[in-house]
């Protein structure tokens, strides 16, 4: 049975930084493709980031636009854990954040190491239960 734990969120000011968590457990986690999500109250959900295997020891790494100069994902095999660094936070941050996982290891290794919208809208099979981030200005 695959699980996806998060951790992490929680209040903060605008400028300030969070690191959430993701635990995952009941897949071979480091072939999987895990992810980020957000869902702010009212909107749709949408794609942060995401880091896919290739092979190797070689991560391919995807950010939106807007979060990539702010936001950092990694991971680590060896705890079954990916994290989202969260830098200069702001208000619109505001969201629950969802930890998500792929085990189809071909498809993800078929995304181009640009492609961020295919990553966005590939259909992930596990999901956590998400953790809320709330940002005060």
């Known amino acids: 049975q695959v699980q996806l734990v998060e951790s992490g969120g929680g209040q903060v000011q605008a400028g300030g930084s969070l690191r959430l968590s993701c635990v995952a457990s009941?897949?071979?986690?480091?072939?999987?493709?895990m992810a980020w999500f957000r869902q702010a109250p009212g909107k749709e959900r949408e794609f942060v980031a995401a880091?896919?295997?290739?092979?190797?020891?070689?991560?391919?790494?995807y950010y939106r636009d807007h979060v990539k100069d702010r936001f950092t994902i990694s991971r680590f095999n060896a705890k079954n854990t990916v994290y989202l660094q969260m830098n200069s936070l702001k208000a619109e941050d505001t969201a629950v954040y969802y930890c998500?996982?792929?085990?189809?290891?071909?498809?993800?290794?078929?995304?181009?190491?640009?492609?961020?919208?295919?990553?966005?809208?590939?259909?992930?099979?596990?999901w956590g239960q998400g953790t809320q981030v709330t940002v005060s200005s």
């Open positions: 009941g897949l071979t986690f480091s072939r999987c493709a």
């Open positions: 880091t896919t295997w290739q092979g190797g020891s070689i991560y391919y790494l």
């Open positions: 998500a996982a792929s085990a189809d290891v071909e498809r993800m290794r078929s995304v181009d190491h640009d492609d961020v919208e295919t990553m966005a809208t590939m259909d992930y099979e596990y």
